[in-house]
């Protein structure tokens, strides 16, 4: 049996799609479609029910992809390893949000370079990241969001806690414990400041802390979670941001938090891979860095 065929069908179950697969496989959709009927006509057995929008396994496809992927992925690491050079140096293709990326992955990744490791940053969203993980553009993707499906897997990394925050002079015009006990209401003549027009951080705040929904909208918007804070920094009004991005003006007394709930809400960090990469050392020695040094974040 031609190990191309296989590697195109693993492709397929993983991907779901005769489309996708050929993206990743940098071949044309004829041509895997070909590649999968050749496979099935060898075996005797369809492989693949074909609907409207992808592919679904049959039971046939399911238990080949079983048992061929693992061998799959050995023979496709020791292929890549092959192609590095002798000092064993790789390039780790990694998305993610600006902030998170720029403050955490990239300085904990820093450490890897020394070893060998080159290193390519792209930012993007959550639906970013996942799209380009799943094209083949990005090794590793830093999302919010777990993937689903066959062929992206993920990891939880790290929480990040969500604090409410504003300039000395907002906190002091509330007045101390009013929000505590008269609720979101006192809040509503306060600037907000937010990465987007759907106010994605404070709705989900005010959605864990004061079951509601915020009533104002955006005052200052910038795509930037450190743009927002050095807004809130100059006292354009109040945001939501992660502890970890605004400890330390918390620290200098730039900005307060206006509350502090029993519970703080938090906010999951995934790192997703294409199924079967991390087969590729690189790869791996990176997503297992990552895993190590969030340990120490808080």
């Known amino acids: 049996m031609d190990l191309a065929l296989l590697r195109t069908f693993v492709t397929v179950h993983r991907a779901g799609s005769f489309t996708r697969a050929a993206a990743l496989l940098g071949l ?38 079983h048992r061929a992927a693992p061998h799959l992925d050995a023979l496709v690491e020791i292929t890549e390893t092959g192609l590095a050079d002798e000092a064993g140096s790789r390039t780790l293709h990694l998305a993610g949000p600006p902030e998170f990326t720029s403050l955490r992955a990239l300085p904990a990744l820093t450490a890897l370079v020394p070893q060998g490791l080159a290193l390519r940053a792209t930012f993007g969203t959550a639906e970013e990241t996942l799209e380009g993980l799943a094209a083949g553009h990005h090794d590793l993707a830093i999302t919010t969001a777990r993937p689903r499906g066959g062929l992206l897997t993920a990891v939880a990394l790290c929480d990040e806690e969500h604090v409410l925050i504003a300039a000395p002079r907002w906190a002091a015009r509330i007045g101390p414990g009013v929000l505590r006990h008269q609720g979101p209401s006192v809040l509503r003549e306060l600037p907000v400041l937010e990465v987007h027009e759907s106010l994605p951080l404070v709705s989900r705040y005010w959605s864990a802390v004061f079951d509601a929904r915020p009533a104002a909208t955006g005052t200052v918007v910038a795509p930037d979670l450190r743009a927002v804070l050095q807004a809130a920094v100059a006292g354009a009004g109040l945001a939501v941001l992660p502890r970890y991005l605004c400890q330390e003006a918390l620290e200098r007394g730039e900005v307060v938090a206006l509350l502090d709930p029993p519970v703080p809400p938090l906010r999951t960090y995934f790192l997703a891979v294409r199924t079967g990469t991390l087969a590729l050392p690189h790869i791996a020695r990176a997503q297992d860095w990552l895993l190590r040094a969030a340990a120490d974040w808080s």
């Open 28 to 65: 044309s959709q004829p041509a895997v479609t070909s590649q999968i009927r050749t496979l099935e006509r060898q075996l005797g057995r369809p492989l693949f029910l074909r609907q409207a929008r992808g592919v679904t396994p049959t039971t046939i496809g399911d238990e080949l992809a």
